[in-house]
Structures are given as C-alpha cells and as structure tokens.
C-alpha cells in the first residue's frame, strides 16, 4: 500500500505498508515491511515469518495487515508474527501512517533487496491471488 500523497510527496514521504512479501530464495518466509522517509529500501522496518511445514507456494494462505492508528500488525493464517507503532521508528514523529493508502497488487522482480535475478531465478514466475477484502471496524 502506498500513502495517498504519493504524486505530490514522492517515495518514501508518503509510507508504504508491504502486506506480503516473499523472495524465491527464501519459498517458506514472508516478509512484512514499512517504509518512510527515515526507513526505507534496505533500512525499511520489516518483521519475517517461517513457515512451519513445506513452502507458501503449495497451499493457500491468508495474508492480513491490522492497520490503527497507532499500530500496524502483520499475519499469516490468523498468526501474528510482527508489530510495529510509532516508538519503533529510527526518527521520532515521521509515521506517515495516520492518512489514507491504495493497495497495489504486484509481482516484484529484483531490486536492491532481494537483488537481481539470476540463472536459479525461475521463469516464467506466477502471483495467484484470489481476492482481496478490506474492512473497516
């Protein structure tokens, strides 16, 4: 999710919330991450889970963000696995995530974190998703 102010503050100014992300190298960990102006890219504040038996890809899962005001927590199959408030931040008072974000849905290839791909990286590659739901308490 990228914070609404994206074409006026850019990246990393408006925050990014990352539901899920996993890495080819890794087939059994997730990742959820944020991103600000004070951690982003490589410094991004993320939390990992691994998977206790065989790898994501086998089975369906469900991926969701709790998202307040003053906390954001991670899970995978109704698990918690990563929290994160405002005294987590590198720089006090820089949570871009007290105004409204937009979901983006994409199948990321590279990059600094986890790197280019290379011969082991497998292709074609697949992002099979069969909904998604947001939801207001």
Do not use: K
């Not at 408006?14 to 960990?29: S, T």
């Not at 696995?81 to 006090?92: E, F, M, Q, W």
Request: aromatic residues 12%; proline residues 10%.
């Amino acid at each position: 999710m990228l914070g609404d102010t994206f074409p006026t503050t850019g990246w990393p100014g408006c925050g990014e919330i990352d539901v899920v992300e996993v890495i080819g190298r890794e087939p059994a960990r997730v990742h959820g991450t944020v991103h600000g102006a004070s951690f982003h890219g490589a410094a991004g504040l993320h939390g990992a889970y691994t998977f206790p038996s065989g790898v994501l890809a086998d089975a369906d899962h469900v991926y969701a963000v709790e998202w307040e005001p003053g906390e954001i927590r991670w899970y995978l199959d109704e698990v918690q696995y990563h929290r994160i408030t405002p005294a987590d931040l590198p720089v006090p008072g820089h949570w871009p995530f007290h105004r409204p974000f937009f979901l983006i849905v994409n199948l990321a290839v590279g990059g600094t974190w986890p790197g280019d791909p290379d011969e082991t990286t497998p292709f074609p590659a697949q992002l099979r998703v069969d909904h998604v739901r947001v939801y207001r308490r």
